[in-house]
């Protein structure tokens, strides 16, 4: 349940879609890549992913470690079923 607290937070999923292709973008690029994100609500995320051992500052931009690629890879089903799915139309 932790996990699905930490994941369930604005912006969390986002940050390591984010950084799901080994690129290790500085602060700024990340924000932007997020696009609306506000630098307090990011650096919130990025302390807690980081606390979670998923995420981490390495030189001057962020990184997933191995956690986070691991999740990365258990989440990748998941969207592949997303890319399929589509919501009953309300009536």
Same mark, same amino acid.
């Given at each position: 349940?932790? $996990?699905? %607290?930490? @994941?369930?937070?604005?912006?969390?999923?986002?940050?390591?879609?984010?950084?799901?292709? &080994?690129?290790?973008? *500085?602060?700024?690029?990340?924000?932007?890549?997020?696009?609306?994100?506000?630098?307090?609500? $990011?650096? %919130?995320? @990025?302390?807690?992913?980081?606390q979670a051992d998923l995420v981490e500052h390495a030189g001057e &931009?962020?990184?997933? *470690?191995?956690?986070?690629?691991?999740?990365?890879?258990?989440?990748?089903?998941?969207?592949?079923?997303?890319?399929?799915?589509r919501p009953k139309a309300a009536d």
């Amino acid at each position: 349940m932790a $996990l699905l %607290d930490l @994941l369930g937070r604005r912006w969390a999923l986002r940050v390591l879609w984010e950084l799901r292709d &080994g690129s290790s973008p *500085t602060f700024r690029q990340l924000q932007q890549r997020c696009g609306g994100v506000s630098s307090s609500v $990011l650096a %919130d995320r @990025l302390r807690e992913l980081g606390q979670a051992d998923l995420v981490e500052h390495a030189g001057e &931009g962020y990184l997933l *470690t191995e956690q986070g690629r691991t999740l990365q890879e258990s989440l990748a089903p998941l969207d592949a079923w997303a890319s399929g799915w589509r919501p009953k139309a309300a009536d």
